[in-house]
Every structure is written in structure tokens, then in C-alpha cells.
């Protein structure tokens, strides 16, 4: 007993919870009975909600705790629970799909693998964890979407080739920890800022690798062919999986290495920030572009993604300015986590009710006009989604209007950048809101008469909590620092002053 | 061979990997790529184990368990790879840098 409740408030005490789930559903692997599905299905769900439930108890009785291979802290509970949250939504959406089905617990076992591994890389700390947690997090996340997708026409092709992309970013990543060995520390993350004093040119070179392993990891611009190909393939869980297992996997990771990449913040240097704004506009407008003439609506909204990562890219921009190293880039990366996960999961539930009239908008003209109460919640957290932006690129975030005034002609050109993606994406937004709008086409069938109690309650959840989240944010009882979050007048400073 | 030039090696190991990603069509010139900056990043860590005394014990580690699940990743993607090559061909999806119009401009055609 003692044993147990000395694991129980220890690190691993979410991850073991976890696997307490897995091994139970091993149990019923094989199993054609729905009835036994549900049970699976509501112990894995039980597991992860003692899993954040835990993890919180321990952060607050225990506070911050380093050991050799792991580090828990403010940062780490919170990306825990994040990611936790987002796997009890893909069960809850695969159970929406696949309750019925032979290999329901089969699926289940293997999300929950890439939920465990996932939290493995969120705690980790030293390098060789770090790796091993991340590769095991994409071949997890692969091996998930490779079985849960539809198989239709296009769909193994994409699907292969997705995996093949986070391949390469493990390699950079092993090549960049490969040159790490040069500077003669091998061992843990935290161990790193005493380094980068010393100007290591290897310590650069790693630093570099690792820059391109993140941005392979998110399909950025150029790269981002392969993604939209298998959003508009596949089946909308199979973009799910990307949306709320791959993309946070990879902001986790970033918010990891965000130690590596501060070497460069503070240091105005003309040549970084000309490439690093180059990308971000890339990948700020180019989705917005894409956009323009986009019916589909998964590609739409995994276009809505895209620019959503690209606002990473400014954040990196930014600190090239020289503004010094006062604002955590980890901070931003939290946020548009945050962004993601309260304005993805409502969009996802609105792209599975728009697929079923051929998930292209143009088809789907009237659903705003049929459906007010719904379409109110679909405008809201769109406007959600463009005001929080606004607020993180301009209002309080690494653009904040002093900026302007301190760093001049660079800072302007990050403005007026930031200005003209945010205002073509506002255009795209209104277009794709004309078109739910206007009437329906005659020649069209009617929609469905009806949408599940479910739809409504989930939708309505996460309007509520967008809307909750701009009163309070507007009338100053929330916000973010440079490096800090401020909530009802209390700062937490999630990430110290090690990131 | 002195630690700058199997440095140099490693480098120039890199570089054709980083080409073979870029331009490979297919599959397994891919996965030959994924190889060559594995091989990369192998030569850099055996380098600096033979010169560097602190950190010689997670560079070991790191060996053995980080290429372990790097080539257990790509068993898996060589393996669904395989399983599916009768439904689809891999051409087109790999291309690391796709310019196809759809791509950036208007609807995918599926």
C-alpha cells in the first residue's frame, strides 16, 4: 500500500493509470460484444480522467520535481492535461464512429499507447527519453491513423507517405542530438542554457537540425502538399487524429527544443529575421491564399491549421528583432495549443455534419440559415478563432504595440504582414460564411432533418467556453505576459526562466 | 583520420541524404535516405564517444535505444508500405516538396 501510494504521487503516477487502462482492455482485445466495447470504452475514458486528475493533486502537493530522466513542473501539468483532454476527445470520437465495430478495443489499445507516449515526451527531460518518447509518439500516432482510416481510393498512398514525413524530422532530430555529443553534454534538456553561453558552433548546428525537424513535423510551407492531399482523402476521424494527436505532439516537442532555439532570441540579426519572416508570411498567407478558392471542408479547415502553425513562425521572427530574451516563446506555443484545442475540436464536430452532405460548402449552402442555433456556435468560434489571434499577434503578444516604437522598419514589416494574413484569412472566414448562408441550391438534396443531442451539447460547450474566455479576456481578467499567464489578477509563470 | 575530417564525412553524409529526401519519387530511395542520415548521424556520435569523456554513457544509450526506435518506425512505415503496394503506388505522395498547383491554389482533384 505504501508502495503503491509512493508510485501514485510520483511522476509516472498519470502514465501508470494509463497503462492500467491498456492492460484491462488487453483483456478484451478480441472482443465482438458492444456491450463489452462500451465497458472498454468508459474504463479508458475513467483512466484518463484520473490521469489528469492525478497528475494535478501531484503538481500541487508536490509542486515542481526533477529526477534524472524527467522534470514536472507548472508547464509540464498543464501540457499533460492538454494532451489528455484531446485523447478523450478522439475517444469519444472514435466511440461515436466505431463502437459497433471488431476492432474498437483494438484501436482504443493503440490510441492509448500514443496518449501514453505523448505524456512521455511531455515529462521528458533528458535527451535519450526525449528521442525515444518522440519516435514512439509518431509511430503510435501512424499506427492509429493507418488503422482507423477508411480504405478508399488514395488513402494508403497519402497515409504512408504522412508517415514517412515525421520519419525524416526523427532523423533530424538524431542528427542534431548526434552533434549535441560533440559539445560534451549529453544529458538532460534543462542542462542546456549553461551551454549556449559557451557559442558552441556544433551547439548551433544542432540547434538548426532540430529547427527543420519541427518544421517537417508540422507540414509547413512548402512542404504542406502531403497534408492537404490526405485531409481531402481521408475520412474526417482520420483528420482528427491529425488535428488533435499529431499537431499537439508536435507543439509539444517545439515547447521542449524552444530551449535550443533561444540562443537566437534577443540577438538582432538581419539575415535570421529576414528567412524566419519569409517563412512565417509563407505560412500565414499562403493558407489563406489556398483558401480562396477551397470547397472542401477538411482541407478548409486543415488550412485554418496551417495558419495557425504559421503564427509559430512569427513568434521566431520576432525574437530576431533583438528585443531580447524577456518574452517565452513557450508561452506562445501553450497559447496556440490552447487556440487548437478549443477551436479545432468544435470545427471537427461541424466537418463530421457538413461531410454528410459531401463535405464541400457549396453543397452544404443554407446550414447557417437551417440551423441558427448551430450556426450561431460555428460564427462564434470562428470569431473566436481570428480574435485570438489578433490578440496574440498584436495585443499582447510578441508583436505588442511597443515593439513598433523600440525595433522600427523590422517591427513594421512583421505588422503589416501580420495585418494582411489576418485580414485575407477574415475574408476567407466571411466567404466560407456567405456560401453556409445563402439559400440552397434547388437541385440539391434536402440536408439531414435532424442532428444528435450530442452535436448540440458539444458545440454548444466550447462556444460557451470561447465566448467565456474573450468576456474575460476583454474585460482584463485574463490574459498573457511575455512570460507569464494572468488570470483574475494572479500571474503563474508557467515556464520560470529556464525556457 | 583525425575528428575534423570524420566530421567533414558526416557532414557530406547529410547533404546527400538531405537530397535523396528532396528528390526521391518513391518510396525506397526515401527510405535509402532516411538511411544515409542515420549513417550521418551514427559516424557524428561514434566520433565524438571516441574524443569526449563526460557523456559517454548516454551517448551509448543513445545509440542503442534511439536507433532502435528509429528503425522500428521505419519498419512500420516499410511494412504498411508493403501491405498496400497492390492498392496504390507510392509515387506521388512521398515527394517531400510537391509543386503541384493544388497544392497551394484552389481544390485538391481526387
Redesign the interface.
Known sequence: MVLLSGIMAGPFAGIIILAAGILIAFFAGFSQSRRINIIIASVTAASYAAAIYINIRNYLSAGTAATYLTNTGLAETIISAALLFCGLNVLFFLALDKLSRRDFVRQVIILSFAVVSMLWLVISD???LF??SL??S??SI??FL?SSGK?Q??V??????????P??A???V??G???L??T????SISSIPALEKTGDPLFMMAALFLGCAVY?FFFLY?????L??LS??TDVFSNQVVWMLYIPAGIVMLIRLETFFDIFYGRQNIYGFVFLALLAFLNLL?PG??L?????IK?IFTLFLLFQLGTLLLVKAAGFTGRGPSYTAGIFDLWVLFIIITVFLPLSMFSRVLETSGGMIDRSRGFLRSRPYAGSCFVIILIWWLASNIYLCFLNGPLPGALLMEQGAEAAVLYAGCAAALALMAANIIRILVILFARPLENLPPSAASLPLVFYIYISFFALAAAAAAVLVFTGNAGTGQDSIQIWGSSFYIFGSGN | MSMEMIFYMGIVLFLVSLLGLLISGHALPYFISLQVMAAAALINLLNFSLHSAPGNGEIKVFLVLGFMAFYLLQFSLAFYIYANQKKTGMPAAVRLLSLEKSHWWGEDKI
Open positions: 533528458n535527451i535519450v528521442t525515444v519516435i514512439v509518431i509511430l501512424f499506427n493507418a480504405d481510393s488514395g494508403s498512398e497519402y497515409a504512408g507517405g504522412f508517415g514517412l514525413r520519419a525524416a526523427a532523423g533530424f538524431l542528427l542530438f548526434s552533434l555529443a560533440g560534451g553534454t549529453m544529458g517537417l512548402p512542404f504542406q502538399g502531403l492537404l492531399g481531402a482523402r499562403g491564399l489556398a480562396v478558392r477551397s470547397f472542401n482541407r
